[in-house]
């Protein structure tokens, strides 16, 4: 288990704000650096007195979220609309959900 552990630190020792910032690119005479989303996670256990009664696991998700362009001295943050539609669409079925039985509790 503690070699498990110690090739996880190894493998993610360089996990930060790097992971989330891509390097800039040209593209169509414009600068534009990568954003993401990145989150990840790990855990394990076991149960004491019994032999081979532990396991672990792990997952981890990478949200394109757009790009930071700079055309000139200008920067500017341009959203990625499809991911941006796949947040925004359960929030606003949710809130329509809530008004709706808040109306109903309302004129009962």
């Known amino acids: 288990m503690a070699d498990t552990f ?12 790097s992971r989330a910032y891509g390097s800039p690119v040209q593209l169509g005479g414009e600068e534009v650096i990568p954003v ?13 007195g019994q032999e081979g009664a532990s396991g ?5 998700m990478v949200v394109p979220l757009g790009v930071y362009r700079k055309v000139g001295d200008q920067v500017a943050f341009r959203p990625n ?5 796949v ?3 359960p929030v606003i079925a ?4 809530a ?4 109306i109903r509790a309302a004129k009962a």
Not at 36 to 48: C, I, Q, T
Not at 81 to 85: F, G, R, S
Not at 99 to 102: F, T
């Open 81 to 85: 609309t499809v991911v941006a539609l």
């Open 87 to 89: 947040c925004v669409v």
């Open 6 to 17: 110690a090739s996880l630190l190894e493998a993610f020792k360089n996990v930060g704000v």
């Open 56 to 60: 672990g696991g792990g997952g981890g």
């Open 94 to 97: 949710v809130l329509g959900g």
């Open 36 to 48: 993401a989303l990145v989150s990840f996670g790990f855990g394990g256990g076991g149960e004491a």
């Open 99 to 102: 008004v709706r039985r808040a």
